[in-house]
């Protein structure tokens, strides 16, 4: 009986182990929006093609039952994203709001087959299809991942959690409001220990901490002044305090991830709308986009009004909806098929170039639409950027040269639908997910 009882003290002991370096491995993963702390920037090294055409190094291409722009999410030997059908599928003919459909979709990394779909039905009436809705839909949002359950925020029918063989958990509600253009959902979860942190800025003018294991409210921030806010909040630890920082219009703010309590905040020139995620550096983020076309650099920590005390510097820099990278003291972005480069520390432009083919490369073949709007924001991967186009087109440029240099260009035939999402990595693989498709690319 004392063996036995050992036996089984020893076991729980290893169970919990297990658990909690899972725990932590996923935490470095790429099981949110932008990866690891949605920093775009993979911590592995994956060794992946630097080119790709028609079908050479394509592991495979699925067709995603209906469309999307959320981003896919890895996870061990699993790969999940989001999409939509029922209604906003055809311009012409969009159909009624009260059949849309919303999937969480399991796959298989090795062969993409499915493993399970997980279906929603639309309990709340979304923004209807038209006008800039129409270029991203109903399917916005990047699913998370704790490693032991998935989390999805379904615009205006809330946020749900699924475990891993798509049984739902939980639903909760957070807000059946809308953006003042109605544009629709778009920002992403991300989990903080055991609080998952939601931007309702649009649905509930609202920031939100739930319970992961029970999807219950702990902590709300509300303010009308989130509203056209579509970010992703990130992490940022200093001096032993954690902070979430987020982006809304005119303002970056940081709160208490487990009480809700505002820590400080500071003015920021991006108004109107904030699209892009901060970009965030060695405790300092970096907030880009509005109407205007401007950038600031934050030092975080401190207390209240930090904007006199911790704005590092702010800049005239043009950007889109994409999120910058920050790599190796600069930032890189690209928006309507420019890349551009600015100097971290300053906010001083380096370069600004239009992406095209390399000197000694063919332009790929096929007639594609223009890249305006690009919405997928850069990763870096085995010390090289990839910009996804919504064209279709991927270029690979070169990190820390003074000039654009482009190290390939690389497009997906057959294949005329828009690329919004952000490609994934996990399994030494790339995930590149359009409208219509998911694409693995790999040696």
């Known amino acids: ?215 219950k409210e702990i902590w709300r921030v509300e303010s009308d002044g989130f509203a056209n806010s579509w970010s992703t909040p990130c992490l940022v630890e200093v001096a032993g305090r954690k902070e979430i920082v987020i982006s809304v219009p005119d303002k970056i703010i940081a709160i208490d991830p487990l009480t809700g309590n505002q820590l400080w905040w500071a003015k920021s020139p991006v108004s109107n709308t904030t699209c892009p995620s901060l970009a965030l550096g060695d405790n300092v983020v970096f907030a880009m986009g509005g109407r205007g076309g401007q950038a600031i650099a934050v030092r975080c920590g401190g207390t209240g009004d930090v904007s006199e005390s911790h704005t590092v510097w702010q800049a005239a820099l043009p950007a889109g909806i994409g999120t910058p990278l920050f790599a190796n003291g600069r930032l890189y972005w690209n928006a309507r098929g420019i890349g551009y480069c600015a100097d971290a520390e300053t906010g001083e432009m380096i370069y600004k170039d239009r992406l095209k083919p390399g000197e000694d490369e063919p332009t790929p073949e096929g007639g594609r639409r223009s890249p305006a709007g690009d919405y997928a924001s850069p990763i870096s991967v085995d010390g090289h950027l990839f910009y996804t186009l919504r064209n279709g087109m991927v270029y690979i440029v070169q990190a820390d040269t003074d000039t654009l240099k482009v190290v390939s260009s690389n497009a997906f035939d057959d294949d005329d639908s828009l690329f919004n999402a952000t490609p994934a990595v996990g399994n030494g693989e790339l995930y590149f997910r359009s409208e219509k498709f998911l694409y693995c690319i790999g040696k």
């Open 1 to 215: 009986m004392k063996s036995f009882t050992l036996f089984l003290t020893l076991s729980l002991s290893l169970n919990s182990l297990s658990l909690i370096y899972a725990q932590t491995e996923h935490q470095d993963g790429w099981v949110r929006f932008r990866g690891p702390n949605g920093t775009g920037v993979a911590t592995e090294t994956i060794g992946v093609p630097l080119s790709w055409n028609g079908s050479a190094h394509i592991r495979w291409r699925i067709e995603l039952p209906g469309l999307g722009s959320s981003s896919p999410i890895v996870l061990g030997d699993k790969v999940f994203v989001t999409s939509y059908t029922g209604y906003g599928i055809d311009k012409a003919n969009p159909g009624e709001p009260n059949q849309l459909k919303r999937h969480l979709i399991c796959l298989k990394c090795s062969d993409g087959s499915e493993v399970w779909r997980a279906t929603v039905d639309a309990i709340n009436e979304e923004d209807p299809y038209q006008g800039f809705i129409q270029e991203h839909g109903y399917a916005s949002s990047t699913p998370v991942s704790d490693g032991t359950s998935v989390y999805v925020f379904f615009g205006k029918d809330g946020v749900f959690a699924f475990d891993l063989e798509g049984n739902k958990q939980w639903q909760t509600s957070v807000g059946t409001q809308s953006d003042p253009a109605k544009w629709g959902g778009g920002a992403s979860c991300m989990l903080v220990d055991d609080v998952l942190v939601v931007n309702a800025g649009n649905e509930g003018r609202a920031i939100l901490g739930l319970s992961k294991s029970d999807g």
